[in-house]
């Protein structure tokens, strides 16, 4: 997940990125394939129902890797990218605004949102403040994150998260969701599940084995 500006990141950070990403290429750990298709197709349902092209956010969107198979489709108008750090990335379809300047200037609505592996980073405690205020702007949030299932798992989700995070400064959390804080964090949300993938096949071969199914998660929310 380079960011869009890498100027600033060190060699040796470089190098790491690129042997952990050849790492994943050989042992099954391409995150963006599966979730890019789960995306897809909920993108293309909420399509079918509303039929008009969609103004997509992505919140906390990284280099944007899945918004770039979600603008390939058809029915997708414009994506937005909010991130945390400074960048500069701009396509036909897509942009990038950074999280200040998106929460004081954004005027927008849009037909979905998404937030790929992020609420764990901004706090487990804290997450429901963020979705209140993304609920202002769609109707529509789609969640991907973990579930925990007790010590030893959690400490696999960190050393996972450490893992592919390490090289971005991103902070690695020290809990993660389980069923319970994640229904506590809808209702004070104010937000509905309308769908919960409990178990989610985010990853294929030895990545898999590691961090299975049940680790990974995906929840449509709505007003
Ligand atoms: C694991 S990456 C996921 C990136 C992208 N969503 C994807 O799936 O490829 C987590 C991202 O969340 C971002 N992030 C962390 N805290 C955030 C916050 N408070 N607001 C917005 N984004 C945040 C990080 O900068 C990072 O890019």
Not at 43 to 70: A, R
Not at 71 to 94: A, P, Q, R, Y
Not at 99 to 108: A, H, L
Not at 202 to 222: A, E, M, R, T
Request: charged letters at 35%.
């Amino acid at each position: 997940m380079i960011r869009f500006n890498n100027s600033k990141t060190s060699k040796n950070k470089k190098l790491l990125i690129i042997i952990s990403d050849l790492i994943r290429k050989i042992f099954g750990g391409d995150r963006v394939k599966r979730l890019s298709l789960v995306m897809i197709k909920i993108s293309k349902d909420i399509y079918k129902k509303d039929k008009k092209k969609m103004n997509i956010l992505d919140f906390g969107c990284g280099s944007m890797e899945i918004s770039k198979k979600l603008e390939k489709l058809s029915c997708v108008k414009k994506i937005v990218g909010v991130d945390t750090f400074s960048g500069k990335f701009k396509t036909k379809k897509m942009r990038y605004i950074k999280y200040d300047d998106f929460f004081k200037k954004n005027k927008k609505n849009f037909d979905l949102i998404i937030a790929v592996d992020v609420l764990h980073h901004i706090g487990v405690d804290k997450s429901h403040k963020t979705l209140k205020k993304l609920s202002k702007y769609s109707n529509n949030i789609i969640i991907k994150d973990h579930f925990e299932y007790g010590y030893f798992s959690r400490q696999l989700l960190r050393f996972v998260d450490f893992y592919a995070n390490y090289a971005y400064d991103v902070n690695i959390p020290k809990k993660y969701f389980n069923d319970v804080s994640w229904k506590k964090t809808i209702k004070k949300s104010n937000l509905k599940e309308i769908k919960l993938i409990k178990s989610f096949q985010q990853h294929d071969g030895l990545f898999n084995f590691i961090l299975d199914k049940k680790h990974h998660f995906v929840s449509h929310l709505k007003k």
